[in-house]
């Protein structure tokens, strides 16, 4: 995606839709336009509007009020992991089934021997 589009779907305020999964959707709500960062998270209401976009939106009785940092911090954990895992690396994957736990019909992984 070049930097044009990236800076038309910012001027919208949504992230690009190109990953053909939620985990990698994710991590391209942080993106690189003309070699400068565009952060398409900047409030708790841009979260929970990204989140209906993949009809995962929690009701905001139930959003946590720190929704932003939460979404933030998880996000740079998957791209952490991510790095680490081409690097050759398992990385610590503790803190991922953390915020996977939270979620009943989320998957629990471990690391193979």
Same mark, same amino acid.
């Given at each position: 995606?070049? %930097?044009? !589009? +990236? !800076? $038309?779907? $910012?001027?919208?305020?949504?992230?690009?839709? +190109?990953?053909?999964? =939620?985990? =990698?959707?994710?991590? *391209?709500?942080? $993106?690189?336009?003309?070699?400068? @960062?565009?952060? /398409?998270? *900047?409030?708790?209401?841009?979260?929970?509007?990204?989140?209906?976009? /993949?009809?995962?939106? @929690?009701? @905001?009785?139930?959003? @946590?009020?720190?929704?932003?940092?939460?979404?933030?911090?998880?996000? $740079?954990?998957?791209? !952490?992991?991510?790095? !680490?895992?081409?690097? %050759?690396?398992?990385?610590?994957? %503790?803190?991922?089934?953390?915020?996977?736990?939270?979620? =009943?019909?989320?998957?629990? /992984?471990?690391?193979?021997?």
């Amino acid at each position: 995606m070049g %930097g044009d !589009q +990236v !800076q $038309a779907l $910012a001027s919208l305020g949504e992230a690009p839709m +190109v990953g053909d999964h =939620l985990a =990698l959707d994710m991590l *391209n709500t942080e $993106a690189l336009s003309d070699g400068n @960062p565009v952060d /398409f998270w *900047n409030s708790n209401q841009d979260v929970l509007t990204w989140l209906k976009r /993949f009809a995962t939106d @929690p009701s @905001p009785k139930t959003a @946590p009020a720190d929704l932003l940092a939460q979404g933030k911090a998880l996000r $740079a954990l998957a791209r !952490q992991l991510i790095i !680490q895992h081409k690097d %050759g690396d398992d990385g610590d994957i %503790g803190e991922l089934n953390e915020y996977l736990h939270s979620y =009943l019909s989320a998957p629990h /992984f471990e690391t193979r021997c």
